[in-house]
């Protein structure tokens, strides 16, 4: 069955195309929009008008693809549409142009589908550890054998975090002594969310998200930015340290010409450099594994699952 798993998020909408058997997930095509849907949200509470109509767009745009391959269609929405207070406009503005509902999952499923996507393919026997940094927020899932122990949902993320210490630093370099602050403030409400409790002896981190996609192909200087290139690479507090002092010593226009990053996340890199750092340090590991398969990812993987207990159930 082809399968097409559209998320919205607050920064980007993702679509992934798959061919889903009792046993695999074929991906056939993977695509990312950066939209912006959550940008000003975390001053208004609100999507703003122009925001939505341009991701419902997008949306559209992503589902003519999707029923060109006949694929059935799942749209999921994440911390924008969690927590904006007119998020119900943008989900009837989908269902009218389209004729399909959103799915606005709520933090905890949107860990729990990171979480499958994001170990798929890694041989995990012991205790790990996944942390999927998003636009609005990070999601911390802890697992052992590959099985979940415990979830939790962050409400912070690149957009919202960089709205709040980086707004109007586009002309100019940010200063360090800001970043550190804005570290020191993840920090702090990773540890109202007892995030420091997620660590074991002995465990894995992996790392989810466009932003450590991206943090990677600048690690690794990739001049054409191709995300499955870069599933299982390392990123290290060092490698974070330094791009943080990187991104924060130039100006945006100076951000978009840097090799392996996409311009489009541009503006909030310095934002998911903040966060990764954090999150690194919170649970006091030196390195993290980054994996490209997320949630779209996860969410195909649950077909697998249906598909298997629907058959047992014919039995």
């Known amino acids: 069955m082809i399968r097409a798993v559209i998320d919205v998020g607050s920064n980007s909408i993702k679509m992934r195309i ?3 058997t009792l046993s695999r997930v074929r991906v056939i095509s993977d695509e990312t929009e950066v ?4 940008r000003g ?4 509470g609100l999507l703003s008008e122009e925001s939505m109509k341009r991701s419902c767009l997008t949306v559209a745009k992503m589902v003519s693809k999707a029923r060109r391959l006949r694929a059935e269609i799942f749209i999921a929405g994440t911390m924008a549409l969690r927590t904006a207070e007119n998020s119900s406009s943008f989900t009837e503005m989908v269902k009218k142009k389209t004729g399909l509902d959103v799915h606005v999952l709520t933090g905890e499923e949107e860990a729990q589908y990171s979480w499958l996507g994001a170990v798929d393919g890694f041989n995990i026997e012991g205790d790990a550890v996944m942390f999927d940094t998003g636009g609005g927020s990070t999601e911390f899932v802890a697992g ?9 949902s962050v409400p912070i993320g690149a957009v919202n975090l960089s709205e709040r210490f980086f707004s ?3 002309d100019s370099p940010v200063k360090q002594s800001v970043c550190g602050e804005a ?25 989810v998200g466009g932003g450590v996609a991206a943090m990677s192909g600048v690690k690794n200087a990739c001049d054409n930015f ?9 990123l290290t507090q060092k490698d974070t340290m330094r791009q943080i002092r990187l991104y924060s010593s130039l100006t945006l226009s100076e951000r978009e010409n840097i090799i392996g990053l996409p311009k489009s996340r ?6 998911s450099a903040c966060i990764v750092l954090a999150a690194l340090r919170t649970l006091n590991a030196q390195s993290c594994t980054v994996s490209i398969n997320g949630l779209r990812h996860g969410l195909l993987l649950c077909d697998i699952l249906c598909i298997n207990n629907v058959q047992n159930s014919e039995r």
């Open 18 to 20: 798959a061919d889903v």
């Open 35 to 38: 939209v912006k849907l959550g």
């Open 41 to 44: 949200m975390s001053l208004t």
């Open 144 to 152: 052992s054998g590959g099985k979940v122990r415990k979830l939790v």
């Open 168 to 170: 109007g630093s586009d």
């Open 183 to 207: 570290v020191k403030f993840v920090e702090g409400l990773f540890a109202e969310n007892s995030i420091e409790s997620f660590r074991s002896n002995n465990f894995k981190v992996i790392a």
């Open 226 to 234: 191709i995300p499955s290139r870069l599933h299982g690479s390392i």
């Open 266 to 271: 541009a503006d909030v890199i310095l934002g």
